[in-house]
Every structure is written in structure tokens, then in C-alpha cells.
């Protein structure tokens, strides 16, 4: 029997595959070379999950892989151009960063009610100054998307204390944990009584500047704003403002239309404005254990057993089963 040829979009460092020693024939590519493997590739590995080049690659000529995998949650960067093959089956990450990014904001959160920037600033100072900050347990959330790593962002928050409302795309009642999913259009509504606002929906056409001057306008002025989504969910110029102008009382981003964040970017100095490298889900050993949620399902695909976290081209991301 012939080995099935996985192509991998490389990154640094490589995906330890060796258990598929034997197995498969393992093509490296880099951006500059992957077109030409394509067609010859029987599965993809998008390791490199920050490049466009899979999607740029794509509408050449010849087969394509029938199975391509990304190790992240968002496949933004692999449609549309992959819708035009329906014979190939995208899956993802699903899994594998919701309790890293929970943790994340939850820490985000503590930080800033309980002004720790503020209090190492002080101490670089040498100066004590007593303040008083605020209280997380009874405050209220509203976490903007309902899968897997919105759902652990939500429990994660009312287990601080924090009143959480979930909104993803429809609405649904009797959940198990929030009782309400709100849906999409419900969100303005919401805004006005949340001291949290948390962003970790897909990136689809509808989410795509959700979070623009009207938004942040009706957040009220206590409120703080976090997105571990993706950054265009944000309109950046718009959420500027409403930190300079002290509308809303903070956020943290981390994730941004450009990254890397130019260092020219004059989001660096927004006061009240909280930057990271899209990191909130990259705790040490986080490459191994994609590589290993890609080698599980690659024995599920070896043995024509269906395949976990498989994406909805046409919703952009994997359907929710709770």
C-alpha cells in the first residue's frame, strides 16, 4: 500500500510526527514552495497557522489534499478559497486552548480591578500609596462567543463571582450552565449593564468591526473591554477614543488587525490599554499537545473513522454540540 503524503507548512519549531514513522511520507514547505507540493499532498498540516500562504496557494491547478488541518481555533486564514473544494474536510484546534485562555482572562480581569499595573508602577517608583480597588465577585460579564473556549471563558469568570450572559449565533435556553445563549443581535442590548466585556467569537462576516464606536458607546464608563478573538473583531481606531476619552475604563487586547503590532503603532501608548502578542492561549508545552491532537486524528483518518473538530466551511468555524 502506498504511503499517503502529508504536506507540512512549516514553522519554527517542526511538529514531532514521529509517529508517523512508516506511516506516511512527510513533504516540508515553506510559502515559497508549497504550491508546487500541493497537488501531490494526500493531507495538510498548516503549521505555520499565522501564514496566508495556504490560501494563497490554493486555487492553482491539480488535486488537493482531501484533509487539512490547522493547530489553531480560527480558520479565517484558510477561507474562503478552501469552500471551492468540497471534497476536502478542514479541522482545527478545538479543544486544546479553551482552559489557557480562560485562565488568561480571568488573570486580565483580576489585573486590572485590582490595579496591579498600577501597583508595580509604584513599586519601580519606590513609592507606597495606599488605593482602594474594585471588587470582582458580583460584577457583571458578557462573553461574545458560545463555543468551547467562550464557554470555559464564562465558567472560569463565575467561578470569581462574576454574572455571566453568553451570546453566540442563535439563541438557545436550558443551558447547562449560563441558561440563556443570547443571541448575536442581542448584544447591544447587553453591553449597557456588563463591567466585563469579553471577545473570543470566530472571525465570520457578521462578527468582522462588531466592536466599533457604537458598541463601546454603550459600555458604561466603568466598564473594561478584553479580545482574545481575533483583532477585527475591533475597530482599533474606535476603541482609541473611547479610552482617551475615558468612556469606557479599560481593556486589554490580544490580538490586532496587524500583527506583529508595528512598533510605530499608536496603540502601544492608548492610556488604559493593556497590549500582548496573541499569547493568551500559549502555555509551555502548548506545540506538543497540538501535535498530538493532529497524530490522534490522523489515526482516525488511517482508519476512515470520521474526524474530530471538523469546520463548517460555510460558518467558519466548528459547530457547537452543547
Given at each position: 500500500?502506498?504511503?499517503?503524503?502529508?504536506?507540512?507548512?512549516?514553522?519554527?519549531?517542526?511538529?514531532?510526527?514521529?509517529?508517523?514513522?512508516?506511516?506516511?511520507?512527510?513533504?516540508?514547505?515553506?510559502?515559497?514552495?508549497?504550491?508546487?507540493?500541493?497537488?501531490?499532498?494526500?493531507?495538510?498540516?498548516?503549521?505555520?497557522?499565522?501564514?496566508?500562504?495556504?490560501?494563497?496557494?490554493?486555487?492553482?491547478?491539480?488535486?488537493?489534499?482531501?484533509?487539512?488541518?490547522?493547530?489553531?481555533?480560527?480558520?479565517?486564514?484558510?477561507?474562503?478559497?478552501?469552500?471551492?473544494?468540497?471534497?476536502?474536510?478542514?479541522?482545527?484546534?478545538?479543544?486544546?486552548?479553551?482552559?489557557?485562555?480562560?485562565?488568561?482572562?480571568?488573570?486580565?480581569?483580576?489585573?486590572?480591578?485590582?490595579?496591579?499595573?498600577?501597583?508595580?508602577?509604584?513599586?519601580?517608583?519606590?513609592?507606597?500609596?495606599?488605593?482602594?480597588?474594585?471588587?470582582?465577585?458580583?460584577?457583571?460579564?458578557?462573553?461574545?462567543?458560545?463555543?468551547?473556549?467562550?464557554?470555559?471563558?464564562?465558567?472560569?469568570?463565575?467561578?470569581?463571582?462574576?454574572?455571566?450572559?453568553?451570546?453566540?449565533?442563535?439563541?438557545?435556553t436550558g443551558d447547562p450552565?449560563?441558561?440563556?445563549?443570547?443571541?448575536?443581535?442581542?448584544?447591544?442590548?447587553?453591553?449597557?449593564?456588563?463591567?466585563?466585556?469579553?471577545?473570543?467569537?470566530?472571525?465570520?462576516?457578521?462578527?468582522?468591526?462588531?466592536?466599533?464606536?457604537?458598541?463601546?458607546?454603550r459600555m458604561k464608563p466603568?466598564?473594561?473591554?478584553?479580545?482574545?478573538?481575533?483583532?477585527?473583531?475591533?475597530?482599533?481606531?474606535?476603541?482609541?477614543?473611547?479610552?482617551?476619552?475615558?468612556?469606557?475604563?479599560?481593556?486589554?487586547?490580544?490580538?490586532?488587525?496587524?500583527?506583529?503590532?508595528?512598533?510605530?503603532?499608536?496603540?502601544?501608548?492608548?492610556?488604559?490599554?493593556?497590549?500582548?502578542?496573541?499569547?493568551?492561549?500559549?502555555?509551555?508545552?502548548?506545540?506538543?499537545?497540538?501535535?498530538?491532537?493532529?497524530?490522534?486524528?490522523?489515526?482516525?483518518?488511517?482508519?476512515?473513522?470520521?474526524?474530530?473538530?471538523?469546520?463548517?466551511?460555510?460558518?467558519?468555524?466548528?459547530?457547537?454540540?452543547?
Amino acid at each position: 500500500m502506498t504511503e499517503p503524503c502529508l504536506l507540512v507548512l512549516d514553522a519554527d519549531p517542526l511538529p514531532r510526527l514521529d509517529r508517523l514513522s512508516g506511516r506516511a511520507r512527510i513533504v516540508h514547505a515553506d510559502e515559497n514552495t508549497l504550491a508546487e507540493h500541493l497537488p501531490a499532498a494526500d493531507v495538510l498540516l498548516v503549521w505555520d497557522f499565522l501564514s496566508d500562504a495556504v490560501r494563497e496557494a490554493w486555487p492553482g491547478g491539480g488535486p488537493r489534499p482531501r484533509w487539512v488541518h490547522t493547530p489553531s481555533a480560527g480558520v479565517d486564514r484558510l477561507l474562503p478559497e478552501l469552500s471551492a473544494s468540497p471534497d476536502t474536510v478542514i479541522t482545527n484546534a478545538r479543544g486544546v486552548f479553551d482552559q489557557p485562555i480562560a485562565e488568561y482572562v480571568a488573570g486580565l480581569t483580576l489585573a486590572m480591578a485590582k490595579d496591579f499595573r498600577g501597583s508595580w508602577e509604584l513599586q519601580r517608583q519606590r513609592r507606597w500609596r495606599h488605593r482602594e480597588t474594585k471588587r470582582v465577585g458580583g460584577t457583571r460579564g458578557v462573553v461574545v462567543g458560545s463555543g468551547p473556549i467562550g464557554r470555559a471563558v464564562g465558567r472560569t469568570l463565575k467561578a470569581l463571582g462574576v454574572s455571566v450572559e453568553l451570546v453566540g449565533r442563535t439563541e438557545r435556553t436550558g443551558d447547562p450552565d449560563f441558561g440563556k445563549v443570547h443571541a448575536g443581535d442581542a448584544l447591544h442590548g447587553l453591553l449597557g449593564d456588563a463591567d466585563w466585556v469579553v471577545c473570543v467569537a470566530p472571525l465570520t462576516e457578521e462578527s468582522r468591526g462588531m466592536f466599533d464606536a457604537a458598541a463601546f458607546a454603550r459600555m458604561k464608563p466603568g466598564a473594561h473591554f478584553i479580545n482574545v478573538g481575533r483583532g477585527q473583531h475591533v475597530v482599533e481606531k474606535d476603541l482609541k477614543r473611547a479610552l482617551v476619552e475615558h468612556r469606557i475604563a479599560g481593556a486589554a487586547l490580544d490580538v490586532f488587525a496587524d500583527e506583529p503590532l508595528p512598533s510605530e503603532s499608536e496603540l502601544w501608548d492608548v492610556p488604559g490599554l493593556l497590549v500582548s502578542p496573541h499569547m493568551s492561549g500559549d502555555t509551555i508545552g502548548w506545540r506538543d499537545d497540538l501535535a498530538e491532537q493532529f497524530l490522534d486524528n490522523f489515526d482516525r483518518w488511517e482508519a476512515g473513522e470520521p474526524l474530530l473538530n471538523v469546520v463548517d466551511k460555510d460558518l467558519g468555524y466548528v459547530p457547537s454540540t452543547s
